[in-house]
């Protein structure tokens, strides 16, 4: 059922502008300030009433043809010439999708829903439906974030879906250790977008793309920072106990204090003799 869930769902959405498409006027006047909070004013953006009525259901069928089955598809097999999966000795191997099958699934099936709301909040912007359109877009935004931040530890290495780098491709724990924390990131950035989506939704688009940005550049920058946080530390720490006074022994001293010692220790030695 959940393979072809998306494309069930690009169906509705179909049918949904078909049943109000004498409804709509014949030039549509989209509003995108009611969804992004740069103040944008698009009472001058003129929509035919075609593309606001088929332009977004369109995508989200492009969408699943892109991605459906795209692992062992003819796509994954073009993916896999520029991240190939291979084992701990090097070799090619092949993806093992039957393992992650239903996770990558319902990854298609958020992407194509998330489409799909922006579709229903055009209308709804359009027709009168609803206050605020932003929070449709917001709350299958960061119901998708936590959702797929929960089941995106059980993908497996392959060409198309995750992080996909020369040493997670050939190492599958180094890959599981990555997505775990990703998915992590992602739950956060979901409930911030549920959050901004309730109280504020003209914010919530912006903020779960910019929450999908900051996520992928700390999972990959991360690693490579922590080395070189670890080398500066390991520099700096003997710099700085270098850098710091330190008290010396008496017995250490210049040369005319040893001179000195060592004269009273010649008048103590002739007074003892």
């Not at 509705?12 to 969804?35: F, H, I, K, M």
């Amino acid at each position: 059922m959940l393979k072809w869930f998306p494309a069930v769902m690009t169906l509705c959405g179909y049918a949904l502008s078909l049943a109000v498409y004498r409804q709509l006027p014949s030039d549509v006047t989209l509003d995108l300030a009611r969804l992004l909070p740069m103040g944008w004013t698009a009472q001058t953006d003129v929509v035919p009433r075609s593309v606001v009525a088929f332009g977004l259901p369109s995508l989200a069928l492009l969408v699943f043809l892109l991605l459906h089955e795209a692992p062992v598809s003819r796509l994954g097999r073009a993916a896999a010439r520029l991240f190939p999966v291979r084992d701990e000795s090097g070799e090619p191997r092949p993806v093992e999708y039957h393992k992650f099958a239903p996770s990558y699934r319902l990854i298609v099936s958020w992407v194509v829903m998330l489409v799909l709301s922006m579709h229903l909040a055009v209308l709804s912007s359009a027709l009168g439906w609803y206050g605020e359109p932003g929070t449709i877009v917001g709350v299958v935004f960061g119901l998708g974030l936590v959702i797929v931040g929960n089941i995106m530890p059980r993908l497996r290495p392959n060409p198309v879906a995750g992080v996909r780098t020369a040493r997670t491709m050939a190492d599958p724990k180094l890959w599981a250790r990555i997505h775990r924390v990703y998915g992590a990131f992602w739950v956060i950035a979901g409930i911030t977008v549920l959050i901004v989506a309730m109280t504020v939704p003209r914010y919530a688009m912006v903020t779960g793309i910019a929450a999908l940005l900051f996520s992928s550049l700390a999972v990959l920058v991360a690693p490579r920072l922590l080395p070189a946080a670890i080398i500066f530390a390991g520099v700096m720490i003997p710099i700085s106990a270098e850098s710091q006074p330190r008290d010396q022994p008496a017995s250490v001293t210049t040369g005319s204090d040893l001179h000195l010692e060592d004269r009273v220790r010649l008048g103590f030695a002739r007074r003892s003799e």
